[in-house]
């Protein structure tokens, strides 16, 4: 074959390749894609960005999100107020640093990074995941919330991510994605391949802090499945979810759960048994073609792929919250809003 030929080939497979679809492990769904390209947008104050988890309260308040200077801030129904901060907020005067030119990642390491959140529903607490400050509390009024967990294991907390609370027993359990990276350098835990990353169960009735598993490839979200039998957490860097199962006869064993499409972020049940992964991008994505790529997918409570959602590509969620009133809220780390669809 001579060489105009084989260029002519390669050229052919090359567009060929950006038509087809990245993964099928997503595909061949019976149900209809949700389209978040028109979605609602909840504006946070102006500078602010990045709300990565999006909780209620036990009322129904809310959304509550943690944004890029350090808070936890709530909407009210009309704007956002400060809901909650951390110790070292106030104490490094972090309210004058917002309005300075440094970029947030450069602010982080003193203000915080409040990541995944969570409420205890009947006492009204809420747990905080944050990246440089370790795992936190606050009480239903807000303010200043109560460091709980810096170590764990004799090992500092570096990048504590995500966070799920056992609504009947109070137990809290979160993840620190790395012991050797933290946030400010997340690319490097998924271009190095770091497998030093751990999960945790935190008793709030003792205090005490037990490692139920490390030596994980970024472990980002967490969730406790429905039945309270088991652990979902976010493989990043490996594109899949792990289960870990609490109870039972494979009780403080992990297992592969599901291979996903994308890199996932935050896993929040669905109210049905099952699971929303956010999908910070596809696995593999070109800046060119068509302006959508899938942005998250609903997981069965076995591991079954059961819906994907699409929208446009400079959208990259990082929690995906459906509420019982068909609602799903969208969290990401990057964008200025909480984007809100409809999953009917």
Not at 213 to 230: F, V
Not at 310 to 316: A, H, S
Request: net charge neutral.
């Amino acid at each position: 074959m001579g060489s105009t030929a084989k260029l002519l080939l390669l050229a052919i497979s090359v567009v060929a390749l950006l038509f087809l679809p990245c993964t099928n492990a997503a595909r061949d769904l019976k149900t209809k894609p949700i389209d978040a390209g028109k979605a609602q947008q909840l504006e946070l104050p102006e500078s602010l960005f990045g709300p990565e988890s999006v909780a209620f309260d036990g009322h129904g308040g809310g959304p509550y999100v943690g944004v890029s200077d350090g808070r936890v801030l709530r909407w009210d129904g009309t704007g956002w107020k400060t809901f909650a901060y951390s110790p070292s907020y106030r104490k490094n005067n972090c309210a004058a640093m917002s309005s300075s030119e440094l970029p947030s990642v450069a602010t982080e390491s003193s203000c915080g990074r409040p990541l995944g959140l969570r409420f205890h529903r009947a006492s009204g607490y809420l747990y905080i995941a944050d990246a440089y400050m370790g795992l936190m509390r606050v009480g239903p009024n807000g303010g200043e919330a109560k460091v709980l967990v810096k170590e764990a294991g004799g090992a500092p907390l570096t990048f504590t991510n995500g966070v799920d609370v056992d609504q009947v027993t109070g137990e809290v359990y979160f993840t620190d994605s790395s012991m050797t990276y933290t946030r400010a350098q997340n690319r490097m835990v998924t271009v190095t391949g770091d497998s030093t990353g751990r999960i945790m169960k935190y008793d709030p009735w003792t205090n005490q802090v037990t490692v139920l598993q490390s030596g994980l490839q970024y472990p980002n979200g967490i969730s406790i499945s429905a039945d309270r039998t088991h652990l979902i957490v976010a493989l990043t860097g490996p594109c899949k979810l792990l289960r870990f199962w609490l109870k039972g006869p494979k009780a403080e064993t992990p297992e592969q759960f599901a291979d996903l499409p994308g890199y996932p972020d935050n896993v929040r049940l669905d109210g049905k048994g099952g699971y929303w992964v956010a999908l910070n991008r596809e696995k593999v994505e070109f800046p060119f073609g068509l302006d959508t790529h899938v942005i998250a997918v609903k997981i069965g409570a076995e591991g079954d792929k059961l819906q994907e959602i699409r929208g446009p590509k400079d959208v990259r969620p990082s929690e995906l919250l459906e509420r019982e009133d068909g609602k799903i809220y969208i969290g990401s780390i990057e964008l200025p809003y909480v984007g809100i669809v409809s999953s009917t």
